[in-house]
């Protein structure tokens, strides 16, 4: 038998290899969801298509396409433009980014408000998070 230096079945009856169970799931299902994010490729586009940029799902450059045709390399307007259109569709892709990041984390990091509940116990400490 082990001893449970909080005393008792638990402190304050929580069951700690239950929390540690569900801190482990939690840890699992966090490495599967960032590992689904750097595999996962979003685009960006502008002006209909002339530059798009893609990224990974953790936000990270991995391609940048541009039509042929839609610039002229010696006009110094026209690079000009094809910058500002490269940093337009970046922050599409990254916005598009952000959204699915919050997908595939929002559940595992909603498991956090999940600890107060089920077999786990609550974890709400005497003294300190009583209503007043």
Known sequence: MTDN???G???GGLDMNALLQQ???MQADLQAAQTEL????VDGTVAGGAVTVRL???????GVDIKAGQFDGGDADDLTDLGDMIVAAYRDAKAQADVLASQKLGPVAGG???LGSGDAGSLKMPGID???
């Open 130 to 132: 009583e209503e007043h």
């Open 5 to 7: 230096p909080f005393g």
């Open 56 to 62: 990974t799902g953790v936000g990270d450059l991995i």
């Open 38 to 41: 750097a595999e996962a490729t």
């Open 112 to 114: 956090f408000s999940d």
């Open 23 to 25: 801190a482990q799931q």
């Open 9 to 11: 079945e638990g402190f």
